[in-house]
């Protein structure tokens, strides 16, 4: 069976036997999810980009701390969002995007001007309404619907129970509905 079949829990097993190949598939399996949550987090790709490193960084040096008793998926965001509180902590980034950046990585090369202009503005209008969010209900969002975490995931990540994250879930959908209305 190659590394790219093997379940996330199996490759860091590997991984701790000192197959580079495993780390590999992991980093290739994890990472774009990882950024896009730093990056709607922090809204600076520099500083998404180096947190993401630090995160690998951080799964390879406590590969022998990793215990799969719970979903390697769930230890990689935990790692990622304890790091995030410490860059937001230091006060080395905000929450604000750049927006062309962003719009920049799913653009469409084929838009005309006027779609380009019109993603431009629904981008800025996503950016304010998520920024406007809560800071806990934010945070759910972004692991749940751009990260892709199930709600035992997101609970696991952040300390509340299922039940919780579910609940601060549906109260930031429909915050982010309304102020997506409003702004």
Partial sequence: MSDSQLPDEA???????????A???????????VFSFLLRSL????????????????????????????AFRTWL???ARNLLIDQLRR????????????LG??????????????????????????????PAQREVLLLSRFAGLSAEEVANVTGASPAAVRVTLHRALRRFQDLLGAV
């Fill in 23 to 33: 780390f590999q598939t992991l980093y290739d399996r994890h990472h774009r999810g």
């Fill in 77 to 79: 965001f935990t790692i």
């Fill in 91 to 102: 006060g080395r980034a905000g929450f604000e995007r750049d927006n062309e950046e962003i």
């Fill in 43 to 70: 809204g600076d790709r520099q500083a998404a980009e180096d947190l993401l490193q630090e995160t690998f960084l951080r799964v390879f040096g406590h590969r022998e701390d990793y215990r799969p008793t719970a």
């Fill in 11 to 21: 490759l860091m097993e590997a991984v701790r036997e000192g197959r580079p190949a």
């Fill in 105 to 134: 990585m799913v653009a469409d090369p084929r838009a005309t001007p006027l779609q380009e202009a019109e993603a431009r503005e629904l981008g800025d209008r996503l950016q304010a309404a998520l920024l406007a969010l809560p």
